[in-house]
């Protein structure tokens, strides 16, 4: 299913329509059409891999003649050990999660034979705007049938030849089960995605998975709400009362684990009482695994004594710009602060709001610092690498939201659902509970409704 | 606090640090500030009612001179009896309503001493903007310090004398509290509105509370999330086996009870073998009370034939606009169909995803449309106006949203929070988690993650 840029309305009204038949069927429907997406797939592994082959000689080309990155190079390329089979295996994982659908998740009586209740249902269609990853469109296809969401994905130019032939298969595939075939659609012409972002009538959700770039472009251009987060600029205070070894090992492991992370460690902030204690230990032990440190004037003169020559050049002065600098590479700013207070101040001003860490032993100061944080994750004593769907035990991961509605933080199946209210009477009318002023605020026959299930 | 076009920064900036603090205030310390609220209004009566006189003094002459809608008159009103009293009443309730900030939602054990939570907590700043209303005032400030969020509030030109004097009182009783008193900013310049708009770094929510054209113009200039509805489309579809006696009076509730409400009924969908039946008894029940009838061919054809002749006029043709027409009025769209299959496909189509109905006595044919409406609202056999938050049980209301994402349906205090992930650990780094591949997909160590609460 290709399109030109002025038929974004067709796709997406499609899709719009093919979400509502999607919308009711039952999970064993839905579970089925992933397990004859699953085999197409296995089946189909040659051609599929044959044509990822050439985007990655084209790619090799461009990386080689300067005009492409050399890590998207290695995102691309399918064949690498066991990439494919993951893929293939998340399509079975997915499947086998609990339904998100139908799930009742408050039921009132309200009246004799009138009962409200709320049930998770899909969203309706989204959006997905993705870079080189060719697997990502068996993954989003997956999650979004698991989820009775229509979805319209869009990829990147460099996996253009992996996404026709993963196209293919899927249409086949889904083509012979109840899922209707336009509740997959994948758009190929380069030059759709600002015509898809306009369709906010018919698109309930655009989720970009690529660059900081990619995710801000996005934000920019549409009206659609999007699903994810721009910069994941994750922050660590050490209060005065912490422990030196568990700073050491949560601050390491925060920064080092993987750099290029978006719940890698990029502040630390220091108790001003700790700067010659604490601060030392957890520098050294930085500065071992490669970490150049921009520091504030304070910690710099502490650490300019105690930091070993040959490791000298590593510790620098920050500028203002390092407290909002997402580096995602082995670099971390340093700032001194002279209360609890002050890093909440700092955090709140300059962070994302992904993630963040105190270290204390007190837990009063914890609890302080986890109320005060305006993030999606607050961690006490803890490495901000956790913050990750799979770790949290929702068995997927759609993305992580810095978003303040809907779903915040690493974002399982239950991100791609809404709900609705259903009531259930028997001719109830509402003339019979108020006293015919019209405004329906108060009523005259007694309402006996008691939430049961939250 | 009175504002410049210039400034919507600082109050944008100072309501998000005020929100900050608010966040972390206990359930009593905001109740407090809702019981201080109350009698400060309570004591300052004469001097807000003698404002409101004067703005209702100045509005009867603009209605007067044709250049004010007459029912803006009866909404800006405070001294009409009982409006004061509730709405000192609404702020006592609100204030006594379970806390919605804090509630754990999830609890998982990750591993030995590493503890995940899911907390609800407020969402930070809303923004809301009202028209005549002025008891929305002190309906929204107490919303927003119960669940803890700041409040902008951004009222219409017609109440501003009212306003400005609820305004001093509302920031003079927040002074007594712990509440900051920049968590409650009323704006009264009168442009304020687009620099507000744009302030969606310090902003996370808007709520518009008045007419239709509001909304639209709000979800048009901001890339904050909206929360609310532009239109309410309800519609009904009477499938073939619906009891006559139960259609006449759910169709006649949703229509005539209070037809200016988001909530009454606009298009009614007629099964082709119920039109001699059940649609002369509807139809009849709805002249009587008043309602005109735009009809399609088929239904116009057999209402002619029994509807008697001093009631003809009530009856007439519809035109495809009227499909998709909120009358807010005594009229009534009514369109033939063959189907429950193209019921549902009409109402996906034309309606505004707030409340839909369908009449039958079948649960199986009841299922399947509340599946495939999607709606807010679906209901069986009962009116859609019980689409209200106080219907619902949840003691408040902040609106009705149409939105797909975060809160759909009426919304109580539940709809102005999100969450956060709080982790508690004993220096638990992912390192020990994981093969050390880096992109932290899999674990070696062991992860017995237990969701235990939903």
């Not at 093919?18 to 085999?39: F, G, V, W, Y």
């Not at 150049?292 to 300019?304: A, G």
């Amino acid at each position: 299913m290709s399109l030109t840029d002025s038929n974004a309305v067709d796709v997406a009204r499609s899709a719009s329509l093919a979400s509502r038949q999607l919308a009711t069927l039952s999970n064993e429907a839905r579970n089925e059409a992933l397990t004859l997406l699953h085999s197409a797939l296995d089946k189909n592994r040659a051609i599929i891999l044959a044509a990822n082959k050439k985007d990655v000689e084209l790619a090799t080309q461009a990386a080689e003649d300067g005009t492409l990155n050399h890590s998207v190079l290695k995102r691309l390329d399918l064949s690498r050990p066991g990439k494919y089979d993951d893929m293939l295996e998340g399509i079975l994982s997915v499947r086998d999660l609990e339904d998100p659908v139908g799930k009742i998740t408050l039921r009132t009586l309200l009246d004799e034979g009138l009962t409200l209740e709320r049930v998770s249902c899909p969203i309706g269609v989204l959006l997905i705007i993705f870079e080189a990853r060719p697997e990502v469109i068996a993954n989003i296809a997956a999650l979004a049938i698991k989820s009775g969401n229509a979805a319209i994905l869009k990829g990147g130019k460099e996996s253009t030849g992996s996404f026709a032939a993963i196209a293919n298969v899927v249409s086949d595939a889904i083509a012979g089960s109840q899922v209707p075939v336009s509740s997959i659609q994948l758009v190929k012409t380069r030059d759709a995605v600002s015509s898809l972002l306009a369709q906010d009538s018919f698109i309930d959700l655009v989720i970009p998975r690529g660059s900081n770039e990619l995710v801000r472009h996005v934000k920019e251009n549409t009206k659609i709400p999007v699903l994810g987060h721009a910069d994941g600029l994750c922050s660590a205070y050490i209060h005065s009362d912490a422990k030196v070894q568990t700073a050491v090992k949560v601050i390491v492991d925060s920064k080092t684990d993987y750099p290029a992370a978006c719940n890698a460690l990029e502040t630390l902030l220091v108790h001003e009482s700790v700067l010659e204690s604490i601060l030392p230990e957890v520098a050294s032990a930085l500065l071992a695994k490669g970490v150049s440190l921009r520091c504030d004037q304070q910690s710099l003169e502490v650490l300019k004594k105690v930091v070993p020559a040959d490791k000298a050049s590593q510790i620098s002065s920050a500028t203002d710009t390092d407290y909002e600098t997402e580096f995602l590479d082995l670099v971390l700013a340093i700032k001194t602060v002279s209360s609890a207070e002050t890093a909440i101040t700092h955090i709140n001003t300059f962070h994302s709001g992904h993630t963040d860490i105190i270290l204390t032993e007190s837990s009063q100061e914890a609890n302080r610092f986890m109320n005060g944080i305006d993030s999606a994750g607050v961690y006490w004593n803890a490495s901000s690498r956790f913050a990750d769907g799979m770790r949290y035990g929702f068995g997927t991961e759609v993305g992580i939201s810095t978003n303040k509605i809907h779903s915040r933080g690493p974002v399982g199946l239950e991100g791609l659902t809404i709900y609705k209210y259903l009531i259930r009477g028997d001719g109830h009318v509402a003339a019979d509970y108020h006293d015919g002023a019209g405004d329906g605020s108060t009523f005259t026959r007694s309402w006996n409704s008691k939430p049961s299930l939250t």
